[in-house]
Nanobody
Framework: QVQLVENGGGLVQAGGSLRLSCAASGRTFSSYYMGWFRQAPGKEREFVAAVSGGGGSTYYADSVKGRFTMSRDNAKNTVYLQMNSLKPEDTAVYYC????????????????WGQGTQVTVSS
């Protein structure tokens, strides 16, 4: 069982930055690929980024590539999402998720989810 708790959301102006964090419980954190997803009102949950268990591989949606950076610190059981050059279309609830051992961009393949944190970007 893995429990995930996100922090760091808030209100920011377009062009600004935010850093989200996701703290995980459990002793096998490095065995999990971690992902960030987001869901805007009236839209489906979409993939944002993912990182491999050791942190050596990262994956991004085209819409955030070059602006967002995902990383992890396995000593702290925490993943991060640094979001720069934020746009109003980045407004959504952001969710952290964990998938055992394999990478996926499909939310249906993730085993554990956090409660989400709201990110609002004003124009």
């Amino acid at each position: 069982q893995v429990q995930l708790v996100e922090n760091g959301g808030g209100l920011v102006q377009a062009g600004g930055s935010l850093r989200l964090s996701c703290a995980a419980s459990g002793r096998t954190f490095s065995s999990y690929y971690m992902g960030w997803f987001r869901q805007a009102p009236g839209k489906e949950r979409e993939f944002v980024a993912a990182v491999s268990g050791g942190g050596g591989s990262t994956y991004y949606a085209d819409s955030v590539k070059g602006r967002f950076t995902m990383s992890r610190d396995n000593a702290k059981n925490t993943v991060y999402l640094q979001m720069n050059s934020l746009k109003p279309e980045d407004t959504a609830v952001y969710y952290c998720a964990a998938r055992f051992n394999y990478y996926s961009r499909d939310a249906r393949n993730y085993d554990y989810w956090g409660q989400g944190t709201q990110v609002t970007v004003s124009s």
